[in-house]
């Protein structure tokens, strides 16, 4: 099972800030899995946005980026401060 973290707004859009996820073998990379976990979600589009970034396995990726089952992958929307 993948180890999923939501940041900031993303884990009230998903209704958690983690969780451990079966992901389906037709999910084979980065961007299959924002288009999956964002129609699982009923996020409207969130996990879609380009300002969106994802880590798989405490590295910063580019879609499309390969994903397996095993992997910790963390979706990061932008953060302003001041």
Not at 16 to 37: G, K, M, Q, Y
């Amino acid at each position: 099972m993948a180890d999923i973290l939501y940041f900031g707004r993303l884990g009230d859009v998903a209704g958690t800030h983690s969780e451990n996820l079966d992901i389906p073998a037709t999910v084979a990379d980065t961007a299959a899995l924002r288009r999956w976990i964002d129609t699982e979600k009923s996020a409207g589009g969130a996990f879609l946005e380009a300002s969106v970034r994802l880590a798989v396995n405490s590295e910063i990726v580019v879609d499309p980026h390969p994903i397996s089952p095993s992997d910790e992958i963390a979706f990061m929307p932008p953060v302003g401060g001041g």
